[in-house]
Every structure is written in C-alpha cells, then in structure tokens.
C-alpha cells in the first residue's frame, strides 16, 4: 500500500490541544507531579500490539511537542504503510513529566487512526479487482472529522463529501419536502454554481428511472445513490445505466459489511459507501513502553 502525506499540522494541532487540555482539567497532571522529579526524562516506543496500517503519526509528535517544546521524536512509519505486530511506530525522548502527561493524547488519537485505517483496509482488499471503490462518510466522531477522513485515505479509501457545504446530496428527506425528485434537482442545479457536483439519493428502480431519465435530458445528478438496492436491483441499475450510455456515477450504500462489500461491489457499482469505517472501526492495539 502506497503511503500518503501526513495532514500539516495547523489541522492537526487545534484537536491534540483540544484533547490535552480535556485531560489535564483544572490542576494539570498531578501523578506526574506527585511522582516524578523535576527535570528527569524519559525516552520509550510506541509499539504495534497487533498488525495495522499507520496513520495519525503526526498527533504523537504534536502532543508531545505540545507538552516539551525540545521533545526529541522520530516516527518510523509513514501514514498508508502496513506494519506488523510489535512494530515500533515511533521514538522518542522528552521531559518525563511532560511525555507521561501526552501518553493518552498520543496513544487515543493513533490507536483510533490506525484502526480507522486498518479497517479500511480491509475492506479495499474485498472489493479488490471489481473496480469499486470504497468511500466513507459523515458518519465521524465529532471533533475527528478531518483525522477520521484522512485515515480512510492511508487506508486505500476514497473521501466522500467532507461536510454540507461541499457537495449537493439530495436525500428522501430533501425529496419529500421538495415534492419530488424533479423539483429538487431542479432546484439544486438552479443554485449551485459549476463546479458544485449533485448526488441524488434513490430507493428504488422506478425512482432511479426517473432520475435517469433527467440525465438522458441534460439535466439530471452528477452521481446516483442506491440506497438499500438488493444485489438483483443494484445490477439492474448499473444495466439501465450502461445501456442508456450516459455518464452517471452510481454509489451503493446501506447494508454493507465485510461480508456482504464484495457481492456488491461485483453488481457493477462505482462506489460503495460505508459508514463503518469510521462509527465502528476497533481501536488498534498500541503501546507506549519506556526504554
């Protein structure tokens, strides 16, 4: 697996703080006072208790550095990159009180990472050789989003919308109180500007022929979501699609799992949308052992 640019840290810094300062409460870290001399140090491994794929290595750099500004780290994986159990993530020396008062930043932030991206992983190599892609969605801790979504990257996935203000989704909702599937693409093509796509949320093939049908005018979504399809529906879309010979991305979603991502993505779907790369994705194993 290819690795991938780590996110800068002005993305990553305001979540690590955020974190820090949950932890530390009112009275700061009052074990590490209690216990450990002034000015001692302290250098120890992050570890991979179990196999994974690497990403957030970033957030244990900014939480120590945020804790030690001559905090020494060095991080021995690239987010994207496999590693094995009883890898050594990353490195470090720092003041002993300040490396003992990050521990739990450091460790909750990349142990959610990596499993994000684990798991993401996962499911890339089910589908793997049908063409589907595997995307997330806004389904995120809040607060993690942008960590959460980059993980999905470091694990071989693709990134749905980020929030509301970057692409058009028109959902059963939107089309009910619009009063139709016409009237609401109707209405977002009016209101967006060119380079804004529209997707259109359908539940079924009669409503997916409706929507087809405004693509084959010119006027119609730019993607298509299948929303809870049976795999024979799924196919019939994709048929009806391909023999109207337009250009229309069809997206797969509900009822997808590690078990059921391969049938679905060999029905011929683009995209497969999974909400539990990031609202269930395992904690990774991770930890921080002095040396």
């Known amino acids: 697996m290819s690795t991938i640019a780590a996110l800068p840290d002005v993305l990553i810094r305001p979540v690590v703080r955020m974190a820090l300062t949950e932890d530390l409460g009112r009275a700061g870290d009052v074990t590490a006072a209690a216990c450990i001399p002034e000015g001692a140090r302290m250098r120890a491994r992050f570890v991979a208790r179990k196999p994974g794929v690497a990403a957030g290595l970033a957030c244990v750099r900014v939480a120590l550095e945020e804790m030690d500004a001559g905090a020494s780290i060095t991080l021995n994986a690239a987010d994207g990159e496999a590693f094995a159990a009883g890898a050594v993530l990353a490195e470090a020396e720092a003041d002993a009180r300040a490396f003992l008062s990050a521990e739990r930043t450091a460790l909750n932030l990349l142990g959610r990472l990596c499993g994000v991206a684990t798991l993401t992983r996962d499911y890339v190599r089910a589908v793997e050789g049908t063409g589907a892609r595997i995307a997330d969605t806004r389904k995120t801790t809040p607060g993690l989003r ?14 749905h919308r980020f929030g509301l203000d970057d692409a058009v989704l028109i959902k059963d909702n939107h089309v009910a109180v619009c009063g139709g ?58 048929r009806l699609r391909d023999a109207a010979g337009v250009r229309l991305t069809l997206e797969a979603s509900g009822g997808v799992n590690l078990q059921t991502v391969r049938a679905i993505a060999e029905t011929g779907v683009d995209v497969i949308s999974v909400g539990a790369l990031t609202h269930s994705a395992p904690v990774l194993d991770i930890g921080l052992d002095a040396v």
């Open 146 to 159: 942008a960590l959460e979504k980059h993980a999905v990257r470091c694990g071989g996935g693709v990134n």
């Open 181 to 238: 599937v016409e009237a609401a693409v109707r209405d977002a093509r009016a209101h967006v500007g060119h380079l804004m796509k529209i997707e259109l949320e359908v539940d079924g093939l009669d409503q997916f022929r409706r929507a087809l049908a405004l693509v084959e005018a010119g006027s119609g979504p730019d993607v298509v979501m299948l929303d809870n399809f049976a795999l024979a529906d799924l196919s019939g879309a994709v």
